[in-house]
């Protein structure tokens, strides 16, 4: 959707069928990867009125037993990188152009991230070149799915959060690859993590600010676990760190 200063945003609505609490996810865990470096889309609360909805035929979510309109109010806007007609992105790349990404290391430190943020889908990422680069950069996406998606918890598991190409990983020779990524999230305190929610609509949580912060706890105690969670997904049937001596 073009928006009011001519940007473009990928925007999910609050009726979308994973729940509201995945427009939250989104704002926060976005906001949070940007604050330890990670390179993620900026995001914004993004106001779509009836009135566009009304006369956009598009503006309809497919469900299974039909389409619903989507809703009029906040929803979540991921900034598109560039405009539409002039900025053309992959979420596929083949093996060479893969392996020469810009910012390749990248994926090591979403990996850790989604470990601490107990992501539950695989890791999703888009690939566009700037300007005259003849090298694509990686730009990570949907966060909706970082702490188990509506339920807010985190049953962890070796395999989640890895990006399902591991070509991604062959910098990684150790737990000291991912040095940077760990330090940076365990020097989050408290006062950031509350800052990172504090843009979040009560709306995308209906309301329910217990449950909010006892979300923000759980996250603010988990930074001392991530090295064990990085260390069971070395260890884990799939190998997905080649190199890791």
């Not at 926060?28 to 566009?52: D, I, K, N, S, Y």
């Not at 790349?93 to 943020?117: H, T």
């Not at 995308?204 to 676990?225: C, K, V």
Request: include cysteine; aromatic fraction near 12%.
């Amino acid at each position: 959707m073009r928006c009011v200063g001519e940007e473009y945003y990928v925007v999910k609505f609050q009726n979308n069928p994973q729940g509201v609490r995945i427009l939250a996810n989104e704002l926060l865990a976005t906001r949070l990867a940007a604050r330890v470096g990670l390179p993620v889309a900026q995001v914004a609360v993004v106001e779509v009125r009836e009135a566009l909805i009304r006369h956009t035929e598009d503006l309809v979510i497919q469900m299974g037993r039909g389409r619903a309109p989507c809703s009029a109010g906040f929803q979540f806007g991921s900034r598109y990188p560039g405009s539409p007609a002039e900025t053309v992105v992959y979420d596929f790349l083949p093996e060479e152009q893969l392996c020469e990404v810009l910012n390749l290391d990248a994926f090591r430190g979403i990996f850790v991230f989604d470990k601490w943020s107990c992501n539950t889908n695989g890791r999703q990422a888009i690939f566009f070149r700037s300007g005259g680069e003849s090298r694509y950069q990686a730009q990570m996406i949907d966060h909706g799915f970082c702490f188990n998606a509506g339920e807010w918890n985190f049953p962890d598991a070796p395999l989640r959060g890895l990006y399902a190409r591991h070509r991604v990983y062959d910098g990684v020779h150790g737990l000291e690859s991912f040095d940077l990524w760990i330090s940076r999230i365990e020097k989050l305190d408290a006062a950031a993590l509350e800052e990172a929610a504090s843009a979040i609509p009560p709306d995308w949580y209906g309301g329910d600010h217990d449950a909010l912060e006892r979300l923000l706890e759980q996250l603010f105690r988990r930074r001392t676990i991530v090295r064990d969670l990085i260390v069971s997904s070395w260890k884990s049937s799939a190998q997905p760190f080649a190199n890791w001596k």
